[in-house]
């Protein structure tokens, strides 16, 4: 049951994440629907782990359809990095630091935000 739960979270979450891909077709250099996609799976992972940490009753599948389903398939380590090399390799040393500096930053601050936000809901 497991499998089919993270099957369906990730499928639903590619799905979210190629409708912020549409985002990335702006006249800019940085890639905001990646970034963007990135920084909502990990506020929603964020509260989701802090969620699953306080109540152990959650069932496996519900955890494994949100935890690495959706936002595994949400989430694109993969395409961040192919974006980061493409900016290196058109000459853009500069916007592809401020890439990974940004997304890193903004997504460790957005693991606390769900967290912070579960304990707030809690």
């Known amino acids: 049951m497991q499998y089919l739960a993270i099957f369906l979270g990730?499928?639903?979450?590619?799905?979210c994440r190629f409708a912020l891909s549409r985002y990335n077709k702006f006249e800019t250099l940085l890639p905001y629907g990646t970034i963007?996609?990135?920084?909502?799976?990990?506020?929603?992972l964020g509260y989701?782990?802090?969620?699953?940490?306080?109540?152990?009753?959650i069932s496996?599948?519900?955890?494994?359809?949100?935890?690495?389903?959706?936002?595994?398939?949400?989430?694109?380590?993969?395409t961040f990095s192919l974006e980061t090399f493409q900016l290196l390799?058109?000459?853009?040393?500069?916007?592809?630091?401020?890439?990974?500096?940004?997304?890193?930053?903004i997504c460790l601050i957005a693991i606390y935000m769900g967290?912070?936000?579960?304990k707030l809901s809690a």
């Open 36 to 44: 963007a996609a990135n920084i909502l799976s990990c506020i929603i």
């Open 89 to 105: 390799k058109n000459g853009e040393p500069i916007y592809a630091f401020l890439n990974v500096l940004l997304s890193v930053t």
């Open 60 to 78: 496996p599948s519900f955890k494994a359809f949100l935890a690495v389903g959706f936002c595994g398939g949400f989430s694109t380590f993969s």
């Open 115 to 118: 967290i912070t936000l579960h």
């Open 48 to 57: 989701a782990a802090s969620l699953i940490a306080h109540r152990p009753d």
């Open 10 to 15: 990730g499928g639903f979450g590619s799905l």
